[in-house]
Nanobody, 123 residues
């Protein structure tokens, strides 16, 4: 089992920034593609971003491209999501996820999930 613990969520004004962190334990972190999903009230879980094992390759949903940046520190078993220019429609619970599949963008391909952290964008 891999345990994933997110932190860094909170309330931010439109146009602001937040940095989410996810600490992993229990498995060899560098063996997993890491990613982020989000789920807004009344909506399905939505893919946000993923990063390859070494960090050399990243992929983003169109809705966040150019505003969000995913990164990882394999020495610290941590993945990050830097979120800039936040908008009210970014409001959601954000989940850290892990997969053994490089091109995974659907929830069923991510084996491990964190508990989620709430991000609220509001004035």
């Amino acid at each position: 089992q891999m345990q994933l613990v997110e932190s860094g969520g909170g309330l931010v004004q439109p146009g602001g920034s937040l940095r989410l962190s996810c600490a992993a334990s229990g498995r060899t972190f560098s063996n997993y593609v890491m990613g982020w999903f989000r789920q807004a009230p009344g909506k399905e879980r939505e893919f946000v971003a993923r990063i390859s094992w070494s960090g050399a390759s990243t992929y983003y949903a169109d809705s966040v491209k150019g505003r969000f940046t995913i990164s990882r520190d394999n020495a610290k078993n941590t993945v990050f999501l830097q979120m800039n220019s936040l908008r009210p429609d970014d409001t959601a619970v954000y989940y850290c996820v892990a997969s053994e599949v490089l091109f995974a963008t659907t929830p069923d391909l991510y084996k491990y999930w964190g508990q989620g952290t709430q991000v609220t964008v509001s004035s």
